[in-house]
């Protein structure tokens, strides 16, 4: 079984430039998350979806970060502008159900703003 | 409030035990995890225990939960060299499915 995929897998940008970031979530699984793990740190949910739609987006910050999962598949997570303190790993998750009793993560995408 | 809370650095020599402590404040957790992350990788699912257990065991793996003290260990027995990585504690604090995360702990093996 295919796990979750993520690109790009690393990138750097300068600070007030945009990104984008692409998830593809296990086969079948209807819940995916994108988090935040910023160095030293565990990670940090931004956004979780049930099929296309928002479930909790309560520590997602709106005025610069933005994600959509349009046909209830494949996922997008923006950042624009960047700033510095958004250097982290950004990490996609799924799981089956939204219950989310087991949650299955990608490899990152690791982003550095200069 | 939700707070997961984990030493960060522990020690083992090969084949010794390790144990890894987490404490949560989340009375109403339902479950709780325990996740690995070697360098560089993404977060693998160890194992995790729902809230109404006391123990789990899983090969090398064991998981005990005392939720009076709300404290959560992971115990690996005869730990390998590839045992060597970043442990993260983490709670499920309702039904929704968003996982708070520990900030985790770094098992370092000798040989």
């Known amino acids: 079984e295919a796990g979750v995929a993520q690109s790009p897998r690393y990138k750097i940008i300068e600070k007030r430039q945009s990104v984008a970031f692409w998830c593809n979530p296990i086969?079948?699984?209807?819940?995916l998350y994108w988090y935040q793990q910023i160095l030293g740190q565990g990670p940090k949910l931004l956004i979780q979806?049930?099929?296309?739609?928002?479930?909790?987006d309560s520590q997602l910050p709106k005025d610069r970060f933005s994600a959509e999962r349009l046909k209830g598949v494949d996922s997008t997570l923006k950042i624009q502008p960047a700033k510095l303190e958004d250097s982290a790993v950004y990490l996609c998750?799924?799981?089956?159900?939204?219950?989310?009793?087991?949650?299955?993560f990608g490899p990152g995408t690791r982003l550095t703003v200069t | 409030g939700e707070d997961v809370e984990q030493s960060l650095f522990l020690s083992v020599r090969e084949g010794d035990s390790s144990v890894i402590n987490c404490t949560y404040t989340?009375?109403?957790?339902?479950?709780l995890y325990w996740y690995k992350q070697e360098p560089g990788a993404g977060l693998q699912l160890l194992t995790y225990?729902?809230?109404?257990?006391d123990m789990k065991q899983d090969q090398r793996l064991t998981v005990l939960l005392n939720k009076k003290d709300k404290h959560l260990s992971l115990r690996i027995a005869d730990t390998q060299t590839g045992d060597s990585a970043i442990y993260f504690c983490?709670?499920?604090?309702?039904?929704?499915?968003?996982?708070?995360f520990g900030q985790g702990t770094e098992l370092s093996v000798k040989p």
């Open positions: 989340d009375s109403s957790s339902t479950y």
């Open positions: 225990i729902f809230s109404n257990m």
């Open positions: 086969s079948g699984h209807a819940t």
């Open positions: 979806f049930q099929n296309n739609g928002v479930v909790d």
């Open positions: 983490a709670e499920r604090p309702n039904q929704g499915g968003k996982l708070i």
């Open positions: 998750a799924s799981s089956l159900g939204p219950g989310g009793d087991e949650q299955y």
